[in-house]
């Protein structure tokens, strides 16, 4: 029973290139979170979707973030033009299908992302 | 708004002391998390809580809603302890709020 997976681990890109950070929650689970935690400081939510939507998306940056969990296949959070400011360890977490707060949420090992 | 504060940022201790990190959280919750964050990155779940006690092996959280604060407690610690522990709040929603995490340092 595999965990929370994340890929790639580890991901450097050079300014204004794209990053795709890739979340397959633990199976059964239907809720998917995504936290970026930046150097030094301590874990902020982005988004949380369930299959095919958007449930709440009030942390991401206005511009060139963007995450999906589509019907089949992994979360994806896509950073557009990514600048030196993305660089952090991106997390995702799941949990079960339910009442959200009801559930413990699973983290994933993390995506760190460099941008140089 | 909607706030989680935890004390102390950084706790240093001997091998087999009893351990206390504290949270307080500014309105009322759906849950309490514990977290602990490993040295190499990686995050795992302790405890989700909501009223009262829970204990794991040497992990003990417990909390108390009047006074909006949770504590988690380690009973004779060991270096594997050493990690950042991390109080986390669902404000009556499904994302988390995250304090500053507390980084621990068990010494032999």
């Known amino acids: 029973n595999a965990g929370v997976m994340q890929n790639p681990r580890h991901l450097v890109r050079r300014r204004g290139q794209e990053a795709r950070l890739r979340c397959s929650p633990m199976?059964?689970?239907?809720?998917v979170y995504w936290y970026r935690q930046l150097p030094e400081e301590g874990l902020k939510f982005m988004v949380y979707l369930q299959k095919e939507n958007i449930i709440d998306e009030s942390g991401m940056p206005k511009e060139r973030f963007s995450a999906e969990f589509p019907k089949e296949g992994p979360s994806i959070l896509r950073i557009q033009q990514v600048v030196r400011g993305d660089s952090a360890a991106y997390f995702c977490a799941s949990s079960p299908p339910g009442l959200a707060v009801h559930y413990e949420q699973y983290f994933g090992p993390g995506t760190r992302l460099t941008v140089t | 708004k909607n706030e989680v504060e935890q004390s102390p940022q950084n706790l240093t201790a001997q091998e087999g002391e009893f351990i206390t990190i504290n949270c307080s959280y500014s309105v009322g919750i759906s849950a309490l998390h514990w977290l602990q964050q490993h040295p190499g990155g990686g995050i795992v779940s302790l405890f989700m809580l909501s009223s009262g006690k829970k204990k794991h092996g040497r992990l003990i959280a417990t909390i108390n809603i009047q006074e909006k604060h949770s504590s988690l407690h380690i009973t004779a610690s060991h270096p594997r302890d050493s990690a950042v522990y991390i109080c986390?709040?669902?404000?009556?929603?499904?994302?988390?709020?995250f304090g500053t995490g507390t980084r621990l340092t068990i010494i032999p």
């Open positions: 199976k059964g689970h239907s809720h």
């Open positions: 986390a709040s669902n404000f009556g929603n499904e994302k988390l709020t």
